[in-house]
């Protein structure tokens, strides 16, 4: 799993359009959500979980099936009780580290969604601004 989408996560949560009827307090929740510590830490805690779950899944069979294959593959040199950590290269603190890496993330989405609701009032204006005079050079061109 790239280590990227995972730090992404945070940030997917705020770029997801929020229904035209959103109120103002549904922005301060979401807001307080991701500002919450104990949030952030059990973003990264599960985090922790998944990746250090992923690093022990065995992947012998599976490369002993594409050995079949293509018997010239790295994969038929792969130990049949190897593991995903393993085949990886990844250390043992890797798991760790990307848990504070969602923790550190959410934490900068946190401060990103308390700006973006401090200006979210002047960008619906500026949207509305802007279609308006969108509009009206439309009508104008059909003159």
């Not at 929020?18 to 959500?33: F, I, S």
Request: proline share 8%; net charge negative.
């Amino acid at each position: 799993m790239p280590r990227l989408a995972l730090i992404a996560l945070p940030f997917l949560a705020l770029a997801a359009p929020l229904p035209a009827a959103a109120a103002d307090g549904e922005m301060r929740d979401a807001v307080a959500t991701l500002n919450d510590p104990a949030t952030q830490d059990r973003m990264a805690d599960t985090i922790t979980a998944i990746v250090g779950a992923l690093m022990q899944m065995p992947v012998g069979p599976l490369a002993e099936a594409v050995a079949r294959v293509d018997p010239d593959s790295y994969a038929a040199y792969i130990p049949r009780d190897a593991t995903l950590g393993e085949v990886a290269g990844r250390d043992p603190g890797y798991a760790d580290r990307m848990g504070a890496d969602v923790r550190a993330t959410t934490r900068m989405a946190g401060q990103a969604a308390a700006a973006l609701a401090v200006y979210a009032p002047v960008l619906k204006d500026m949207a509305r601004d802007m279609a308006a005079q969108w509009e009206r050079e439309r009508e104008a061109q059909r003159r």
